[in-house]
Nanobody
Framework: QVQLVESGGGLVQAGGSLRLSCAAS????????MGWFRQAPGKERELLAA????????IYADSVKGRFTISRDNAKNTVYLQMNSLKPEDTAVYSC???????????????????WGQGTQVTVSP
């Protein structure tokens, strides 16, 4: 079973940038499609971005399209989320997840993700 550990969260001013990392250990990382999610207090969990096994196919939520970029380095067993032009409404707990159910494509349904990280807090001040 893979284990996922996120890092890179913190406090940033509106308009700033952060890069989140999700390091995987255990089961082969390159066999997993990966996703980044967030959940703010009182709100449902939201898929932000997803990437397929090879890194050649990605998808983004409309709320982050053009501001966030997902990428992965299979040699380092790590997936990244570069976040630019951050807004106060981006404040949430951000989590990465791994899905072993998709041989070639990215995965958008949370129910198809098998393993979740513990999350990292991102706070954007006005």
């Amino acid at each position: 079973q893979v284990q996922l550990v996120e890092s890179g969260g913190g406090l940033v001013q509106a308009g700033g940038s952060l890069r989140l990392s999700c390091a995987a250990s255990g089961r082969t990382f390159s066999s997993a499609a990966m996703g980044w999610f967030r959940q703010a207090p009182g709100k449902e969990r939201e898929l932000l971005a997803a990437i397929n096994r090879s890194g050649g196919s990605t998808i983004y939520a409309d709320s982050v399209k053009g501001r966030f970029t997902i990428s992965r380095d299979n040699a380092k067993n790590t997936v990244y989320l570069q976040m630019n032009s951050l807004k106060p409404e981006d404040t949430a707990v951000y989590s990465c997840a791994a899905s072993y159910s998709a041989p070639y494509a990215y995965v958008v349904s949370p129910s198809r993700y098998n393993v979740w990280g513990q999350g990292t807090q991102v706070t954007v001040s006005p």
